[in-house]
């Protein structure tokens, strides 16, 4: 094949382990090209002609991390995805429970926190709660758009009540909506990596969404990466996985309640 940069298969084999290694993502042999895409903008970027020379570069430059991580990660997400989760949400409230602290720990470009944030005031009926959702993600590109919260018109033209929760933008701004302030103010950024021991988050929450995430690393980081994830969730409280992601064989430690949902023992 014709490309740009050189690129062998021992090249790629060094940018799974190395990224395994940083994020946990398991890349499979089939993403060898993929890999080259995602890269290529980079070393192009910084004036290199190989992927071993960018390899090389990533080794002695510790801030190149963070490109090659955002370059890798997969960020598909949509609002109100998995739309049966948002419902659990709403009655989880309507049960009485408290529903304080949410954590969303894998949250792309901003779609599922700002779908939780609009389930929230739905269902309380306000923009004036108590609640708050800490959204997080590995990659900062992407916190970058959830933070500014504006997405092309049509992710949000089908949304129901859209006129309540979004701005429509005017002049350079048109095809455009931005999340209105009261929304925005419910939900704050962080970059988590949940490979990290420690996770920079406060523990007794109410309701932890991580979907879509897991089903990049092997078996035992996910066992590790769901017990500290339960750490920091209260006892009853509300853990709702991606739609292939089951965790039926940890009953000692969550409740099935709904497709991949679960409540902590
Ligand atoms: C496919 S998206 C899922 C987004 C959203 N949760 C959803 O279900 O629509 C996966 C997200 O996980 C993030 N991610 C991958 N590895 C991660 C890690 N080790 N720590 C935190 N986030 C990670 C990626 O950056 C990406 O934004």
């Not at 290694?21 to 190989?50: C, F, H, M, Q, W």
């Not at 990659?139 to 979004?166: I, R």
């Not at 933008?169 to 939900?187: D, E, I, M, T, W």
């Amino acid at each position: 094949m014709d490309r740009e940069f050189a690129y062998t298969e021992s090249d790629f084999n060094k940018v799974r382990s190395e990224l395994r290694d940083l994020t946990g993502i398991n890349l499979a042999d089939s993403k060898i090209s993929l890999v080259y895409s995602r890269l290529a903008p980079r070393v192009r970027k910084l004036g290199l002609t190989e992927i071993r020379q960018y390899l090389r570069y990533l080794e002695t430059h510790a801030d190149e991390q963070e490109h090659f991580i955002n370059a890798l990660t997969t960020n598909l997400t949509s609002f109100f995805r998995e739309p049966h989760h948002f419902d659990l949400l709403k009655d989880f409230i309507a049960s009485g429970e408290r529903v304080e602290r949410i954590w969303c720990a894998a949250s792309s470009t901003g779609e599922e926190p700002y779908s939780i944030a609009m389930t929230l005031v739905n269902t309380f009926g306000s923009f004036d709660i108590k609640t708050r959702v800490v959204a997080s993600d590995i990659d900062s590109n992407v916190l970058n758009t959830a933070s500014l919260g504006v997405y092309p018109l049509q992710k949000v033209d089908t949304l129901e009540n859209k006129k309540h929760f979004f701005l429509r933008g005017k002049g350079n701004n048109s095809g455009y909506a931005k999340v209105v302030p009261q929304l925005r103010q419910l939900l704050d950024f962080q970059r988590v990596n949940l490979l990290d021991e420690n996770y920079p988050i406060k523990p007794d929450l109410d309701v932890i969404f991580c979907r879509n995430v897991m089903i990049y690393f092997d078996k035992d980081t996910q066992a590790k990466i769901l017990k500290k994830l339960l750490s920091k969730l209260r006892p009853g409280g509300l853990y709702i996985a991606g739609h292939s992601e089951n965790f039926n064989n940890f009953a000692e430690l969550m409740q099935p309640v709904g497709r991949t949902a679960y409540v902590k023992r």
